[in-house]
């Protein structure tokens, strides 16, 4: 009887989890003027926790992945393996965010516009 009352209470809790969760959607920036793609970089670059950063080739108002490029090797690296940093666009209750992929981490694009992709 005990086991049966906790396994309904445990579905119980996961319908209700299921029901209240709603999953951010990707997104793409709404236009690529200098301000929002400022925007855009300077939240990037805190994201990351550096001063600038670069943005690698995208068309950002259709590409829900936006690539930002590893800083330049200097002058007396001859290879290098760093790779880009990859962050998903997405929309959530129509507040764009970032969520860099490695580490999952979410951040939001508060003076960023964005549109639901699609």
């Not at 805190?46 to 490029?69: E, F, K, S």
């Amino acid at each position: 009887m005990t086991r049966r009352l906790i396994a309904a209470a445990g579905a119980l809790a996961l319908l209700v989890g299921c029901a209240t969760y709603a999953e951010a959607e990707p997104a793409v920036l709404d236009d690529a003027g200098s301000e929002n793609v400022r925007a855009l970089t300077e939240t990037l670059a805190g994201a990351m926790g550096v001063a600038r950063v670069t943005l690698g080739a995208a068309d950002l108002t259709t590409a829900t992945v936006i690539p930002v490029l590893p800083p330049a090797p200097s002058t007396y690296d001859t290879k290098s393996l760093a790779t880009p940093t990859l962050f998903d666009l997405e929309i959530d209750a129509g507040r764009c965010f970032a969520r860099r992929r490695d580490t999952g981490e979410r951040f939001a694009l508060d003076n960023v516009r964005c549109r639901p992709a699609g």
